[in-house]
């Protein structure tokens, strides 16, 4: 029954599919205000549902970092009903020429950007990044089919409705947002993304097991990152006091995101100096729990012993690793082993040892001496990303809104024919 109905939201995405196509900028635009306009009128419905959620949850025995993923605050839905209005005025990726040539016969080859189709999302207990996917999806003219979990299941439930009611408003088709959340997600997950022919992309948004587990699964393309053991690297170069401050910001901005900085590798020359300057920043930062190695655990007091696993597993609590190498050399090898290839950044004032860093780590994002916290469409000019991709193939680092087009190629003749 549960196949039949996931099924049916599937084959009505793909004729919505065809109608969004032709769908102008000027339509998509004017859906998205009228959407960030209902969401302004529910917010408040939005943020009592998501009370309630978020009590169930805690009834559930969920976890901190479950329960932060989970919570919508005043300041979250406001930026993401500030999001939508963004995203409307940003230009409009289809129809883009990425490129045109003329062929010696005369053919005339044109490069366009145009929707991908159907986008199926897989999402686990981020209940925002339902409304972002949509408007998203909007913009770049493609149907959504969602399967979310049932702990963020009334919170969904009014953001899409907002979602929803908007686009009516301005004549979009009724099934372009489409959505299940069910008790098991996982497996309503495993049959969504075995839709090949109905289901274009899938993007996978949740815990390491759970994108794992549909990688594994799959028979569709998906949009995914692999874990978020996320790297900085304090060079003997460094200023210490932004270093400091970058570290600190990458860590606690947001301590449940994927991009949250989880370890720190200290140029061992100045592990005593960038010790005792980062204590000191962190007094404004509440409890942070220091897990060091035994070379810098005498520069840190009360700090806990790091074992292997805390080089590999990414933390959902404000825990931060701490470490010291002898050479950049060391800290590139290191990150590249353990770190999970999403988001890592150097703090130098050497122009060489930067470009050695960005030229040497294997990850999406590289930052040079800014917090990894700014790993977000919105904050890159993309569009609100609806995940980030570790992936070398497609899309990688922020999916913005380009990232949910693929290409056609036009071709116009004159009659030619091909004789050899």
Known sequence: MIE????????????????????????????????????????????????????????????????????????????????????ADM???????????????????????????????????RPLVSLIAAAVCIKTGNALVLIADDDSAESIKELLAAVNSGMVEVGLPEFTIQYRCGENNLAEARILTSMDGLIDVGIVRGRQSFVDDLVEHTEIPLLKHSGGMCYAYVDKDADLNKAAAVVLNSRCFDSFVCSAVDAVLIHSSIAKEFSKELLKQAEGYGNITFVTDKSISSYIPNSRELTPADWIDETYDQNLVIGCVSSIDEAINHINEYGSHLADVI?????????????????AIIYINASTAFTDGAEFGIGSDVGISTDKLGARGPIGLADLTTTKFL??????????
């Open 4 to 87: 039949k109905e996931i099924r049916a939201m599937a084959a009505n995405a793909v004729a919505v599919k065809r109608e969004l196509v032709s769908l102008s900028s000027r339509r998509k635009r004017d859906a998205l205000y009228s959407i960030a306009e209902h969401l302004e009128d529910a917010a408040d419905r939005i943020l009592e549902a998501n009370s309630r959620d978020v009590e169930k949850a805690r009834s559930r025995g969920r976890s901190v970092g479950f329960i932060e993923r989970l919570e919508i605050s005043e300041r979250k839905l406001r930026r993401a009903i500030d999001a939508c209005s963004l995203i």
């Open 91 to 125: 230009e409009d990726p289809v129809g883009e020429e990425i490129s045109s040539w003329i062929r010696p016969n005369g053919l005339e080859i044109v490069r366009k950007r145009v929707p991908i189709g159907v986008v199926g999302l897989c999402l686990e207990t």
């Open 347 to 363: 703090l130098s004032e050497s122009e060489e040892m930067q470009e050695e860093f960005l030229r040497r780590v294997d990850s």
């Open 411 to 420: 071709v116009k003749g004159s009659g030619q024919v091909r004789c050899k």
